[in-house]
């Protein structure tokens, strides 16, 4: 798996939850960042920002795959 894989696997999985109103990727939102990742905007009005730093690669055989 890859970074971008990640986000889109995270804006899948998070959109599930009811309390979540909105979930995109940095890029999507604008942010001034050379990191991957997702930012998550609750119903309540709080606001988290994952970044995705990918630590140790496997066998690579899936790194190139889309979901």
């Known amino acids: 798996m890859n970074n971008r894989q990640l986000e889109n696997y ?3 999985k998070l ?5 979540i109103s909105y979930v995109d990727t940095f890029d999507n939102c604008g942010l001034l960042t050379r990191n991957q990742g997702v930012v998550i905007k ?4 709080d606001e988290f920002q994952i970044t995705i730093v990918k630590s ?9 795959e889309d979901f």
């Open 10 to 12: 995270l804006i899948d």
């Open 15 to 19: 959109y599930e939850d009811k309390d």
């Open 42 to 45: 609750f119903k309540n009005g």
């Open 56 to 64: 140790q690669s496997g066998n690579g055989w899936d790194d190139e």
